[in-house]
């Protein structure tokens, strides 16, 4: 079976390699190549059965006709999240696709647990500061956690994982979700209004679908507490980019993290540090004292990668068998 690995980085070789040296996979052969998939680089898929692709990739109607057109009978998502990929065209095309659900919840949820408190106790100002010979205490005046409200939109794998670090910092737990998860019993199920209202951290765990599309906008952001922190780990698209930049200039904001953010597709993984930036709202978002950006790193921990890396064999392994794999999509 011939895999044809788009957007190689070099930590991917790293964590795959050593499986693809495992006698169990030997029918696999993969071949790395660095180009993003796209519809200009999938005519590349030629004369391979599968590919293998990560959420900042193009695979929308278009990609998916001319994977098909290629012959590529599996899209193989080394992620969670699909948002990316048209799965009705691959459907409609008998393309298989298969991700990778819940790999490491806790490293995303202590990620978005990092950037609250980064975003809240000002540690990029003071890393700065202090670098600079800089020991005074302006502007870095923080709020802590203990005791306060948490409100955590999406109580799937990582949501619940943050719903228990936010436990563990003395935190109430509030938590909104249309399938409540009973393994948290100490977080109280409200509506999504009275979560807005009454957290002082709100972080967004929920996947990105239409519905969740912009769902914090002018009208969720002005039901929220004022001073509140909000925390976006799961996808750019669930908020309104210009509405939040007008929150923060209205102060709404204590702090704001952003591991993922409308706009990050032509940047994110790349090394843009030489060049002029095109996008005017990660400028405009940086511009702030009070928020914080990273890029889309939320699963990049040395257990992740591992396990992103086994499930991918093994669903690629699936595949070559011509079995289902318990990690296909349809
Ligand atoms: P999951 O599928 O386990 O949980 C998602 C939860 O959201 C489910 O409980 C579902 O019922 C709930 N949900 C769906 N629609 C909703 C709505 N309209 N309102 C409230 N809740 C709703 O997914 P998991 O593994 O927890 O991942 C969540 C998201 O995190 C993914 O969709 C992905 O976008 C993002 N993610 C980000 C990563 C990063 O590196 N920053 C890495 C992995 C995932």
Redesign the pocket.
Known sequence: MKLLFFGTKGYDKTYLIPYMEDEKYAGIHVKFIEAELTPNTAMLAKGYDSVCAF?NMDVGTRTVELLHECGVQMILMR???Y?NVDLDTAKKLGIRVAHV???S?E??AE?AMALALTANRHLHKAYIKVRENNYSLSGLLGVSMYGRTAGI?????????MARICRGFGMRVIA????P?KSLDFAEYVE?DELLSGSDLISL?????P??HH?INIDTIGRMKDGVILVN???GGLIKTDDLVRGIRENKFFAVGL??YEEEDGSVYEDMSDEILQHSTVARLLSFPNVIVTS?????TEE?MQAISETTMENALAFEKGEKGPNELF
């Open positions: 959420v992620c969670a999240g948002n659900p819940g790999y919840p490293s995303v990620h939109v999406g109580t799937g794998r990582i949501g619940a994982a909104y979700d249309r399938y998860n999504l765990h929920c996947p990105l679908t519905e969740t769902m780990t799961s996808r591991d993922v889309h790193q939320g699963f990049f992740a």
